[in-house]
């Protein structure tokens, strides 16, 4: 893959652990709370912030997947047929905290449409947001609790996270989008 490397499989591993235990330490422990990874990235990200808890507190966290393709305010740019990559929630939502965990935090679109999700299936407690990359650029207002690292970007650079699980390798670039590209990026 091209571009600039910004984190390596290290960084990441790192970016993890902290977010693991920035996120017991708001909550004051680790009761009530489910860890709901966005499809496709997220995922992944959710079960390795989980597997983190669970080394250093010994607490096991339910671990979900929520797939947000119905409720995007795009759908009609992005596909014709959108791929459908399923939700999984292991637990009622119901008076729960929610951390929804995503790779990567740009216009805040994804998330809107991630909790748009979510009140479909219950009504938590509280929704806060986990993100490995925050590269800025909102167009809603939307703001992570936990942030692995935040990356000043242009309009026209597109952030790549790699994850083993789905790539084959842990790593994030950041890459300059072509011009007759740069447009059709909305999230």
Not at 28 to 44: E, F, K, N, S, Y
Not at 84 to 91: A, F, R
Not at 97 to 112: A, E, K, N, P, Y
Request: charged share 30%.
């Amino acid at each position: 893959m091209d571009g600039r490397q910004i984190m390596t499989a290290e960084e990441i591993r790192r970016a993890v652990i902290r977010i693991s235990h920035e996120l017991v330490e708001k909550q004051a422990g680790t009761d009530g709370i489910v860890l709901v990874g966005i499809q496709r990235r997220g995922v992944p990200l959710a079960h390795r912030i989980a597997a983190a808890i669970a080394d250093n507190e010994g607490a096991t966290l339910p671990v979900g997947a929520l797939d947000i393709t119905f409720y995007r305010d795009d759908l009609s740019l992005v596909a014709s047929q959108p791929v459908v990559k399923g939700t999984t929630l292991p637990v009622d939502l119901n008076d729960r905290t929610v951390v929804l965990v995503d790779d990567v935090l740009f216009t805040g679109r994804t998330i809107r449409a991630a909790m748009d999700a979510l009140v479909d299936f219950g009504r938590p407690r509280a929704i806060r947001l986990a993100v490995l990359v925050d590269r800025g650029h909102r167009e809603l207002p939307i703001r992570a609790d936990h942030v692995g690292k935040n990356v000043p970007t242009s309009r026209d650079e597109v952030v790549k996270v790699s994850l083993e699980e789905i790539d084959g390798e842990d790593a994030v670039r950041i890459e300059r989008m072509p011009v007759h590209d740069a447009a059709s990026q909305t999230v």
